[in-house]
């Protein structure tokens, strides 16, 4: 092995590999155990997010497959209709050309080419992160046997009545021209205003006062509304209002919607550009007006006076105008949710439009009644309550998108505008007996991308044909997601997966928090604080990581902001952790709660982690390697220690079963580093030496001692290798002969299971006893500045017989590393010198102090740093004492200080009592 641990020098080799052997594949005679990777975007990089939820897949992948689980990690990628086609049109605009030059079948040729040139670059990323996907499964949203599948779905649920086409309100994006679905709109808070406009009554009586943040909706308004209970406006229901500006009148309704509490009491009512208004006017039967064009321009239902205008030019007029007649009341500055396209940056505008819709009703009741009777598990159980209330209040989903890039709708129209579905012309024509004579022309529409996201779990085995992957693997185990789509892709797989395959796609659905920065700061381009998981692995310079952050910013005047954060963050750039110390990191992040903060101190102690396990491996190989580890038979004698460490390691074992098992990442992290660096490394090889390098120990007892290093060892490496792959295999394959474990891959090898034979509840509680022992030297060494290596005289008093049964069974171990220069029992009654004190159980632990020290050298010492740490006192003190400090500091710096004043006074505590006792000498 290598002197100082590099995983530059071990990661990708390795990998390569475990790929090119083709160890990934589903190999095991045990249950089948499948995961679906969430397909991530084709035209993606991989981020924090897409690492932890790897990190979290392949961690229970490799466990499996440990197991002897016949397990199959699927993966893929998604087209990412919008995102790749805006991609390649930049491409072409570039150029100077653009798509309608090429034409519908030249654009998409253009589409594939830059996917087989541009768009592996995700997988290639997530390699680096050690997944262990079977790539040579590995599917694409577009390819053959996925594009029968949605069209077979499609055609079917058509057939059913599940599927139609209707105008209905879409969220619209007026630059890509296209419906898009909520995940897609990105709501802020900004600065705007809020237009208080006056209607007047048509018998001359007076006006109402209505207020919007869109004025220029109001030339498509269709009825004022006013709650039914309001008495300001009871006796107006029914009556009519003047429409500004347009010559129509428009009546007066009632409804429960108005919340009489805001702003005047009345409301504008514009069905076709409003959601809220779009149901307010179905349950009244008003006309709707749509009064937009596809790119958000008036059309020809808007007054003359308008027409052609874009919908700021025409607020901008139509607010003079009302001005103007008098009919503007009053403008107020007013902060509002401005929902943008999140691929344009456009606001999104609410368009009534003709798409094909899924009629999810019928579908939503068995998905419902799957997570109510148990088929389906949601970790934690309570994001249960929140599919619930999605599927519950659950509306029709528009499924049609206006691009070119994706799965083109199966329905053609003759001249007559008669719709036909099928899977194909020919079809249609056979289905509907349509002669060649009929011209039939293809919807121009694709598929919304989470479509074909929702039959994931199937058409990736192999639907709709019947195969041997699909009747293995159908349902798959666990779905691993964030809670941001719960609905728009979890509930849509159940649902479509309880209709095609009669079954759940998945037994449980565990929900993953998010992942944000070191403040609690959801990760973003605009922030400027999204963290690229390659470079914490392979680290980065400051110059290259202020390049990247403020590089293609849609907020400029951030740059100087973010630039400012940066360099105060990492003013070194940040450094080359690996993947190992980066997948820890993860996994000890991962507990139960909804948002995550990471923090580089937690990923630099797991690198140290890294550091650890390495050195220890050295230790122990420098210690076996050409020693008789009892391969071969002989005599193995254990010590205490060895006996102890087997016994802990068997609660380790399992303990990380039984949190892997119920998704608890954190705590198997958590059991592993205790163990592996408290246990194993910090006690077990200090204890392991005297027996190895002791003149009186047996053969048979250092024979014991190396079998149980390399054994403990291979099984410590076994624990670790779902989370750690790559120095687990290192290692790995360096330790195995040692320990008589036969393979080429650990990852073939079985996972430790607890073997209840080798705890030894005894050695346990004699091991304690020994660190106490041990650490009460240790603590009293460091009070007193008494230098590590001096032989200390020990004293214990108020003994028990078993405390000298304990240290006649462990005085090797205390006499290495505790270094007592004499050991007395104090007789029952007998005086206690004066001495520095530990506790070992009931026991005290005595070092005299006479002699040890230099009294008054030690006396000066203690008093300067008794000073010092006053002054430090009195200065916290005198911050918290200024009321205006306390009152005009943010809270979480008062709480800092109070913390300081704790401490400061707890070290000042301890330091005047040994001060006392050093002047009683």
């Not at 040579?136 to 779905?153: H, I, N, P, Y």
């Not at 419906?179 to 006006?207: C, I």
């Given at each position: 092995m290598q002197k100082t641990y590099d995983p530059r020098a071990i990661e990708q080799s390795i990998?390569?590999?475990?790929?090119?052997?083709?160890?990934?594949?589903?190999?095991?005679?045990?249950?089948?155990?499948?995961?679906?990777?969430?397909?991530?975007?084709?035209?993606?990089?991989?981020?924090?997010?897409?690492?932890?939820?790897?990190?979290?897949?392949?961690?229970?992948?490799?466990?499996?497959?440990?197991?002897?689980?016949?397990?199959?990690?699927?993966?893929?990628?998604?087209?990412?209709?919008?995102?790749?086609?805006?991609?390649?049109?930049?491409?072409?605009?570039?150029?100077?050309?653009?798509?309608?030059?090429?034409?519908?079948?030249?654009?998409?040729?253009?589409?594939?080419?830059?996917?087989?040139?541009?768009?592996?670059?995700?997988?290639?990323?997530?390699?680096?992160?050690?997944?262990?996907?079977?790539?040579?499964?590995?599917?694409?949203?577009?390819?053959?046997?996925?594009?029968?599948?949605?069209?077979?779905?499609?055609?079917?649920?058509?057939?059913?009545?599940?599927?139609?086409?209707?105008?209905?309100?879409?969220?619209?994006?007026?630059?890509?021209?296209?419906?898009?679905?909520?995940?897609?709109?990105?709501?802020?808070?900004?600065?705007?205003?809020?237009?208080?406009?006056?209607?007047?009554?048509?018998?001359?009586?007076?006006?109402?006062?209505?207020?919007?943040?869109?004025?220029?909706?109001?030339?498509?308004?269709?009825?004022?509304?006013?709650?039914?209970?309001?008495?300001?406006?009871?006796?107006?229901?029914?009556?009519?209002?003047?429409?500004?500006?347009?010559?129509?009148?428009?009546?007066?309704?009632?409804?429960?919607?108005?919340?009489?509490?805001?702003?005047?009491?009345?409301?504008?009512?514009?069905?076709?550009?409003?959601?809220?208004?779009?149901?307010?006017?179905?349950?009244?039967?008003?006309?709707?007006?749509?009064?937009?064009?596809?790119?958000?321009?008036?059309?020809?239902?808007?007054?003359?006076?308008?027409?052609?205008?874009?919908?700021?030019?025409?607020?901008?007029?139509?607010?003079?105008?009302?001005?103007?007649?008098?009919?503007?009341?009053?403008?107020?500055?007013?902060?509002?949710?401005?929902?943008?396209?999140?691929?344009?940056?456009?606001?999104?505008?609410?368009?009534?439009?003709?798409?094909?819709?899924?009629?999810?009703?019928?579908?939503?009741?068995?998905?419902?009644?799957?997570?109510?009777?148990?088929?389906?598990?949601?970790v934690p159980e309570n994001w249960s309550k929140t599919y619930f209330e999605w599927m519950r209040n659950i509306e029709d989903w528009c499924i049609s998108r206006q691009i070119w890039w994706g799965h083109r709708i199966p329905a053609w129209y003759d001249d007559a505008g008669n719709l036909y579905v099928a899977r194909s012309?020919?079809?249609?024509?056979?289905?509907?007996?349509?002669?060649?004579?009929?011209?039939?022309?293809?919807?121009?529409?694709?598929?919304?991308?989470?479509?074909?996201?929702?039959?994931?779990?199937?058409?990736?085995?192999?639907?709709?044909?019947?195969?041997?992957?699909?009747?293995?693997?159908?349902?798959?185990?666990?779905?691993?997601?964030?809670?941001?789509?719960?609905?728009?892709?979890?509930?849509?797989?159940?649902?479509?997966?309880?209709?095609?395959?009669?079954?759940?796609?998945?037994?449980?659905v565990y929900v993953t928090g998010l992942i944000r920065d070191a403040e609690g700061q959801k990760m973003s381009k605009s922030k400027g604080n999204v963290l690229d998981p390659i470079d914490l692995i392979d680290g980065i310079t400051l110059d290259d990581l202020l390049a990247k952050r403020t590089h293609g910013l849609m907020q400029p005047q951030m740059e100087k902001r973010i630039a400012k954060a940066t360099k105060k963050q990492f003013p070194d750039g940040i450094p080359a952790f690996g993947t190992d110390a980066l997948r820890f990191t993860l996994a000890a992040l991962a507990t139960s709660g909804r948002d995550i903060k990471f923090d580089l101190g937690r990923i630099e102690g797991y690198r140290n982690f890294c550091n650890k396990l390495w050195n220890a491996a050295r230790y122990v190989l420098m210690n076996t390697e050409g020693q008789d580890t009892g391969l071969d038979g002989g005599e193995h004698a254990y010590s205490l220690a060895d006996r102890w460490i087997r016994s802990r390691l068997q609660t380790v074992i399992h303990d990380t079963r039984r949190h892997l098992d119920t998704y608890r990442f954190d705590l198997a992290a958590r059991a592993l580093y205790d163990f592996t660096w408290h246990d194993y490394c910090d006690w077990y090889l200090e204890l392991s030496k005297p027996v190895l390098t002791g003149e009186a120990s047996s053969e048979a007892a250092r024979r014991g001692t190396r079998h149980t290093l390399v054994q403990v060892l291979e099984t410590l490496l076994r624990l670790l290798h779902p989370i750690m792959p790559f120095i687990t295999e290192a290692i790995w394959r360096q330790v195995a002969p040692l320990a008589g474990s036969q393979g080429e891959t650990i990852m073939h090898r079985p996972y430790p299971a607890a073997d209840p034979a080798l705890q030894e509840a005894e050695a346990e509680r004699e091991i304690e006893w020994v660190k106490q022992f041990i650490l009460g030297m240790r603590r009293i060494r460091a009070e007193m500045d008494i230098p590590p290596g001096r032989p200390v005289p020990v004293v214990l008093s108020q003994w028990s017989a078993n405390d000298q049964a304990r240290l006649e069974a462990s005085q090797g171990f205390i006499d290495f590393l505790g270094k007592p220069e004499s050991i007395t029992w104090l007789e029952p009654g007998g005086e206690e010198p004066e001495s520095a004190l530990a506790l070992v159980g009931e026991m005290r632990l005595l070092i005299p102090l006479a002699g040890l020290i230099d009294k008054d050298a030690e006396i000066t010492r203690l008093e300067k740093e008794v000073a010092k740490v006053q002054k430090n006192l009195d200065q916290c003190r005198g911050r918290l004492d200024n009321p205006s400090f306390v009152e005009r500091a943010p809270a979480q710096v008062v709480d800092k200080e109070r913390a300081r004043v704790a401490e400061l006074t707890a070290s000042l505590r301890e330091l005047e009592g040994q001060l006392e006792k050093i002047r009683r000498l």
């Open positions: 990998y390569q590999e475990w790929e090119n052997r083709g160890w990934f594949a589903p190999a095991g005679e045990g249950s089948p155990y499948c995961i679906l990777l969430p397909p991530p975007n084709v035209t993606g990089t991989l981020h924090m997010g897409h690492a932890f939820q790897d990190t979290l897949m392949d961690t229970l992948v490799r466990y499996h497959r440990m197991r002897g689980d016949n397990t199959l990690w699927q993966g893929g990628t998604d087209h990412a209709g919008i995102a790749t086609q805006m991609v390649v049109e930049r491409q072409l605009a570039r150029e100077g050309r653009n798509r309608h030059e090429l034409g519908r079948e030249g654009f998409l040729e253009k589409v594939w080419e830059w996917r087989e040139q541009s768009g592996h670059q995700i997988q290639q990323q997530m390699r680096r992160l050690g997944t262990s996907v079977d790539w040579s499964r590995e599917r694409f949203t577009m390819d053959e046997g996925l594009s029968r599948a949605v069209t077979e779905v499609f055609v079917r649920l058509y057939d059913e009545g599940l599927i139609y086409r209707g105008k209905r309100l879409v969220n619209w994006d007026p630059v890509l021209h296209t419906a898009v679905s909520d995940l897609e709109v990105l709501s802020e808070e900004e600065q705007g205003k809020l237009w208080h406009m006056r209607y007047p009554l048509a018998d001359g009586s007076g006006h109402l006062v209505v207020a919007t943040t869109r004025p220029e909706t109001l030339l498509g308004d269709t009825a004022v509304a006013v709650h039914p209970q309001d008495e300001r406006y009871r006796h107006l229901i029914g009556r009519e209002v003047e429409l500004p500006l347009t010559g129509r009148r428009i009546p007066v309704i009632a409804d429960d919607y108005v919340d009489p509490e805001f702003g005047s009491g009345c409301v504008k009512i514009t069905p076709a550009h409003d959601f809220n208004d779009y149901a307010v006017g179905s349950r009244h039967d008003l006309p709707m007006i749509n009064l937009f064009t596809i790119d958000a321009r008036l059309n020809d239902e808007a007054p003359e006076a308008y027409r052609g205008l874009d919908r700021y030019e025409a607020r901008e007029r139509i607010v003079a105008d009302l001005d103007a007649q008098g009919l503007l009341e009053r403008v107020d500055d007013h902060k509002l949710m401005v929902p943008r396209g999140d691929r344009s940056g456009a606001v999104i505008e609410p368009f009534l439009t003709d798409q094909w819709y899924v009629k999810v009703g019928p579908l939503a009741e068995p998905a419902i009644q799957a997570v109510e009777d148990g088929r389906i598990r949601f012309e020919d079809e249609v024509r056979e289905k509907y007996s349509l002669d060649a004579q009929v011209n039939l022309t293809r919807d121009a529409d694709v598929l919304d991308t989470w479509f074909s996201s929702a039959l994931w779990p199937f058409s990736t085995l192999g639907w709709p044909d019947k195969t041997p992957e699909l009747d293995t693997f159908y349902p798959t185990s666990v779905l691993v997601t964030g809670f941001d789509i719960i609905f728009f892709w979890v509930a849509r797989m159940i649902m479509m997966g309880l209709k095609f395959m009669d079954d759940v796609p998945f037994r449980e």
